[in-house]
């Protein structure tokens, strides 16, 4: 394979299943490096991605030797971009074009030119919420890729749609687009 993943994880109860991925995505030989949101890290630690990737978990623009990290991840590094889980505030900031952490500037120096996958997990009142829809008809009519919400059981205990795709769905839908790519 040698194809090299850059991962975003926001923070959402979910994000542990963004270690499941990260273990498959690693045991089919995909190079991956994750970036991590402050929330995120409330959830899971760095240093479980660090253990499954075998990198080292980026959260800042400021931090490591490069002084481009941006630009270099997006533009010279990946060969594609997911966000999962994707919340409903980086989904928001990255249609909004904000670039105050590492994911949005990332986005932006992409530019859409590397696939960009986006798997939304939120409840469901968040994920039908007018500026969510607006932000992902937005983001896919860029040129991102929108992966299908679950419907079901929700972690705040609610039934509906908002459950993150499944890790093992999440795969097929990388290696179709690194395919397509």
Not at 71 to 83: F, G, H, K, M, V
Not at 93 to 105: E, I, K, M, N
Not at 122 to 132: D, L
Not at 153 to 162: H, K, N, S, V
Request: with cysteine.
């Amino acid at each position: 394979m040698g194809k090299n993943i850059l991962l975003n994880v926001t923070g959402s109860i979910s994000c542990y299943k963004a270690c499941s991925l990260t273990s498959l995505l690693t045991k089919k030989g995909y190079n991956v490096k994750v970036i991590q949101t402050e929330d995120s890290m409330k959830f899971v630690g760095k240093a479980t991605f660090e253990g499954l990737c075998h990198n080292k978990v980026l959260t800042s623009m400021f931090e490591g030797e490069d002084p481009i990290p941006h630009i270099n991840l997006s533009q010279n590094w990946a060969d594609l971009i997911i966000s999962y889980p994707a919340s409903a505030n980086t989904i928001n900031r990255v249609a909004a074009g904000l670039a105050d952490d590492l994911f949005g500037a990332v986005c932006l120096a992409n530019n859409f030119e590397k696939p960009l996958l986006i798997a939304p997990a939120m409840n469901t009142n968040m994920f039908r919420h007018p500026s969510v829809q607006e932000s992902l008809k937005k983001l896919e009519g860029w040129g991102a890729e929108i992966l299908p919400c679950g419907e079901g059981e929700l972690a705040c205990g609610t039934r509906g749609i908002g459950r993150l795709l499944e890790p093992e769905e999440a795969l097929t839908f990388i290696e179709k687009a690194l395919e397509g790519k």
